[in-house]
Structure formats: structure tokens, C-alpha cells
């Protein structure tokens, strides 16, 4: 379990997908997913750094209008019942993104099985009371 408190936490992408520590304890995986936990009253939010590079070519192929979703894994909030996917994939532009805010103080993170083991990310995980304003910056070109 991840105490999650209002102190920036990383979760890396490394974590999960390194063979050694896969085959040790699969933190991250399906059957043990990262099980955070904030103080009572708190609530999570977690933001993606994503490093994993996007050719030229995958990038000047893709459609300005069309997001790509790379998936690196999910967000289980039971309270809400929701399923959340973590998206990357959106090249240099989209290099920091935000996935979610959590409405209860726990959360599960699966890391999805991929057959890209040069994905490269962090989850950041930070606690909070009250409420978040959350602020995107999209580069139009």
C-alpha cells in the first residue's frame, strides 16, 4: 500500500514493467495493484509525466485533430464505481497530462501488461482537503 499524503509521491513506470521486480513481488499488476491510501477526509489527485518518445514519423501520421490514447494502465475507485484509463502516448506536447481526482481516500492502480518495455512514465500522486483547479495548457500549432 501507498500512503498517499500532500507531499508530491511518484509511482514509476519501471515499477511494474522491470522483469526483476515483476517477477519478485508484480506490484502493479492485475492480481496486486498499487493500493493507495490517503488521510481520512482527503482526497488523491494523480497527474501522468509521460517520457515514452513519439517517433517523427508516428507523429507527423497522426491527424492534429485525433488524441492517441497509449494505455499504461488504470484508476479502480470502488466508492464511484469508476474505471479510469491512464492515456499517454501524446508526444512531447502532452508530456505532463492529468488523470484524475479521486472523490474517497482509496484507490487501486493496475499497470497494464504491454509488449512496449521502452514506455517510460510516472504517476504522481498527491493528497489534498477540499477542492483542486486543475489548469491544461493545450499548444495549438
Known amino acids: ?3 498517499v499524503t500532500t507531499e ?3 509511482i514509476s513506470s519501471s515499477s511494474s514493467t522491470s522483469s526483476d521486480v515483476n517477477s519478485v513481488s508484480s506490484c502493479g499488476s492485475r492480481s496486486h495493484p498499487w493500493r493507495l491510501e490517503a488521510a481520512a477526509g482527503q ?3 494523480i497527474s501522468l509525466l509521460d517520457f515514452t518518445a513519439t517517433s517523427m514519423s508516428e507523429a ?5 485533430d485525433r ?4 494505455q ?3 484508476v479502480l475507485e470502488k466508492l464511484n464505481k469508476r474505471n479510469v484509463s491512464v492515456c499517454g502516448g501524446g508526444g512531447a506536447e502532452l508530456r505532463q497530462s492529468h488523470v484524475y481526482v479521486s ?4 484507490l487501486l492502480i493496475v499497470q497494464t501488461a504491454s509488449s512496449e518495455p521502452q514506455r517510460k512514465f510516472l504517476l504522481k500522486l498527491e493528497g489534498f482537503h477540499g477542492c483542486i483547479i486543475i ?4 499548444t495549438i500549432m
Open 103 to 106: 472523490d474517497s481516500n482509496n
Open 72 to 74: 499504461y494502465g488504470y
Open 60 to 64: 507527423a501520421d497522426r491527424p492534429r
Open 1 to 3: 500500500m501507498v500512503s
Open 135 to 138: 489548469i491544461t495548457i493545450v
Open 43 to 45: 482526497r488523491i489527485n
Open 67 to 70: 488524441v492517441t490514447c497509449r
Open 8 to 10: 508530491a509521491q511518484f
